[in-house]
């Protein structure tokens, strides 16, 4: 499996969203508030539970730091996935092994952007569900398209609460994020956007 795949495996909510046509964001009142919610969101703590496309369930927490900052902290320990405003990074301590991207080439650099549209990137899609709202990020980046689902909540940040994203790789390999626990702006250590060098594995 190459790192790609890896990154869309960390990346990702499938079904909560259908192929189906975009709305024109101009037309979606729905956006104003997510420029509301994104604009409101420094910072962001939660556990997510991942599940792959072959049904495999990981567990971790996550702390999130605009601009451009974020860490994926798997529970098992050996799979860490960090973003520190530059580039993000793929570190696997069981094998010894990092892989890095720019992050404005990835699915993630949209929702850690500063900017209030996601630098006028998003786009609504109809939901069957009146009580969730979904965003996707046009062009997101060469390794794949994000998809995000937020359940409305009248004390959350614009009104929004952020549920879980999907994200697709080029080889539309799909992983599936839900996100428990969510605290918004709250005290996040810059130091949690470090990480220890993987020690290589001899043969």
């Given amino acids: 499996m190459n790192f790609t795949t890896n990154l869309a495996r960390t990346l990702a909510p499938a079904a909560l969203v259908a192929a189906v046509p975009v709305v024109a964001a101009t037309q979606s009142p729905d956006l104003a508030r997510l420029r ?8 962001m703590t939660a556990n997510f539970t991942q599940t792959d496309a072959k049904g495999h369930v990981d ?3 996550l702390q999130l730091k605009r601009p451009g900052r974020v860490r994926f902290e798997y529970s098992a320990g050996d799979v860490l996935l960090v973003a520190d405003g530059k580039n993000l990074t793929f570190i696997d301590y069981a094998v010894g092994q990092k892989s890095a991207w720019p992050l404005s080439r990835t ?35 060469q390794y794949g398209q ?10 959350a940040p ?3 609460q952020l549920y879980g994203w999907t994200a697709v790789d080029p080889q539309n390999h799909r992983t599936t994020v839900r996100l428990s626990n969510v605290r918004y702006n709250v ?3 810059d130091s949690a956007f470090t990480y220890a060098e993987p020690k290589k594995r001899g043969r």
Wanted: charged share 10%; no cysteine.
């Fill in 158 to 160: 614009g009104g929004l």
């Fill in 59 to 61: 567990t971790g927490t």
């Fill in 187 to 189: 005290a996040v250590s």
């Fill in 36 to 43: 509301d919610h994104i604009g409101s969101v420094q910072t």
């Fill in 107 to 141: 699915p993630l650099g949209p929702l850690l952007s500063s900017s209030p549209d996601f630098n006028g990137k998003a786009q609504i899609l109809p939901s069957a569900n009146p009580q969730v709202v979904v965003a996707r990020a046009k062009n997101a980046g």
């Fill in 146 to 155: 994000l998809t995000l689902a937020f359940l409305r909540n009248g004390s």
